[in-house]
């Protein structure tokens, strides 16, 4: 139920998880009401506590202890989060780690803000990522100030794989000249497949459908949303220092 969510996210800040299986038995609601109105500005009961967060440091800098387990969804909801931080590093999870798997999630009638202005690394899901993401559904709305976000995933540190996920939310950069915005994940230099994106990502610079900014390779992906922004943006990708584009197209319409 929502205090077991509450108690693993608590937990996190003492144990990384690595080696154990953390499995949703059922759906869980953290606040009645919609992601809507949360982001017209009515105020939900609950807040969030990322997962892998320990605390805050200097400049809104979060502190981390990277979750490095396995979270299987089970296929089961999350639901009702209602989440706005000036912290750098946010989500569901704040960081997960080079061994994490994070799968078989939905995560429906969320509410995501971001203020940190700067690489954020924001997303519904994850933050800042490692490991591997697969099978993950999120229609959260995102909204954000600063770079390196996404609907799903703010920013990968490294290697991590992002495996048949969809974003059907809305995500929207309110800060000026910011970059690498994206519905699955603003930046990285991961492998991403058979990645799906409807709804609209409206970004800075480097605004891609399913990646802002990608430094690896998408294979099999699938954009159909409008994607906005000022400079670089692309339905699936925005803009590429190395990588390749595979197999993917795009349906949306983009300026």
Request: glycine share 16%.
């Amino acid at each position: 139920d929502k205090g077991d969510l509450y108690g693993f996210a608590e937990l996190s800040k003492e144990t990384n998880f690595a080696g154990k299986t953390v499995k949703l038995a059922n759906d869980i609601i953290i606040n009645p009401g919609s992601a809507e109105d949360w982001a017209n500005g009515e105020k939900a009961d609950n807040t969030w506590m990322p997962i892998g967060m320990t605390g805050v440091g200097s400049n809104n800098y979060a502190t981390l202890n990277a979750f490095a387990g396995t979270f299987d969804g089970g296929m089961y909801t999350i639901s009702g989060i209602s989440y706005t931080t000036p912290i750098r590093y946010s989500g569901l999870f704040a960081a997960t780690g080079s061994t994490a798997t994070v799968k078989n999630l939905k995560l429906k009638n969320s509410y995501f803000k971001s203020t940190f202005a700067g690489y954020s690394y924001f997303g519904s899901v994850v933050g800042s990522a490692q490991g591997t993401f697969d099978s993950i559904y999120s229609d959260a709305l995102v909204v954000v100030n600063g770079d390196a976000a996404g609907g799903l995933v703010g920013g990968t540190q490294g290697s991590a794989t992002i495996n048949n996920c969809m974003y059907a939310g809305t995500f929207t950069n309110s800060g000026t000249n910011r970059q690498a915005h994206g519905g699955i994940v603003g930046y990285t230099e991961g492998f991403l497949k058979s990645c799906f994106v409807t709804g609209s990502v409206n970004g800075s610079v480097n605004v891609g459908g399913v990646a802002g900014r990608l430094d690896n390779i998408a294979e099999n992906c699938f954009s159909d949303t409008f994607v906005q922004g000022e400079e670089h943006v692309g339905g699936i990708v925005g803009t590429m220092n190395h990588g390749s584009i595979k197999h993917s197209y795009s349906m949306g319409n983009s300026k």
